[in-house]
């Protein structure tokens, strides 16, 4: 259930600014478009810019602060299928039922700790994250192509007639990317709020975007806001050990 008083009351959301520093090329986008040589040309905007989508950074802080999570101890719900990130309570495994996966207004369904962070079929997510574009003059960015060969991984060969061609921004410019982060109240006010704690060690844990990451391709550093985080916040987390307390 989405309550529109909660969504409309801007003074309620923290904003925060984050930059990601490609250290290395960086190749972000899709299938080939008309008047490029490129099979898989780079993401820009409508002003020319190159961007990092917003779903591809949330998705990979979801991934990575699953994994914390499941490090501290707590159960998460399986991403991303649908029907079982919705825990319902008539049936629901031992591990989820503990009062911390409950939610007001929510009386017939548990939510772990990402689906209340990143939000489930049910639940708006707390976590709204806008693309990160690169400002750099987009003259200044010429198209820059790299080519690539499919390989066959069970005869350890290159493919017959498979080489394509990636459009990439220049290798080493530490190009910038700049978005910002919405976080909306909690909707456990009555708890330790834990999500952003949780998004930036997950922001932490990313160390490249994009394609080829393999061959190099968009390895980066971040630039974030200084986060002070409130001790009953660390031991909030640590609690997922402690399960059968609950």
């Not at 939510?111 to 200044?140: K, M, V, W, Y």
């Not at 806001?225 to 031991?235: A, F, G, I, R, S």
Request: charged share 25%.
């Amino acid at each position: 259930m989405i309550y529109l008083e909660q969504l409309t009351n801007t003074n309620l959301v923290e904003t925060y600014v984050i930059t990601a520093i490609i250290d290395s090329a960086l190749c972000v986008g899709a299938g080939g478009s008309s008047g490029s040589l490129a099979d898989k040309s780079i993401v820009r905007n409508s002003e020319g810019n190159l961007l990092i989508p917003a779903s591809q950074v949330k998705g990979r802080v979801r991934h990575e602060c699953e994994k914390i999570a499941r490090g501290l101890g707590w159960a998460i719900s399986e991403s991303p299928n649908a029907g079982r990130m919705v825990i319902r309570r008539n049936d629901a495994p031992e591990d989820f039922q503990r009062d911390e996966y409950k939610i007001p207004d929510y009386e017939d369904t548990y939510h772990c700790l990402i689906s209340q962070t990143f939000g489930n079929p049910i639940l708006p997510s707390r976590a709204i994250f806008d693309d990160l574009i690169c400002t750099e003059e987009s003259e200044n960015l010429p198209e820059l192509l790299r080519p690539g060969v499919t390989i066959n991984r069970r005869r350890k060969v290159a493919e017959e007639k498979k080489l394509y061609f990636l459009e990439t921004s220049p290798a080493n410019a530490k190009l910038k990317f700049t978005g910002e982060i919405h976080i909306q109240p909690s909707l456990t006010p009555e708890r330790p709020d834990f999500a952003k704690a949780l998004i930036w060690s997950g922001l932490k844990h990313i160390h490249a975007l994009g394609g080829s990451k393999s061959a190099g391709l968009g390895w980066l550093t971040w630039e974030l806001p200084e986060l002070k985080v409130d001790e009953t916040v660390w031991q909030f987390l640590l609690k997922g050990k402690k399960s059968e307390a609950n």
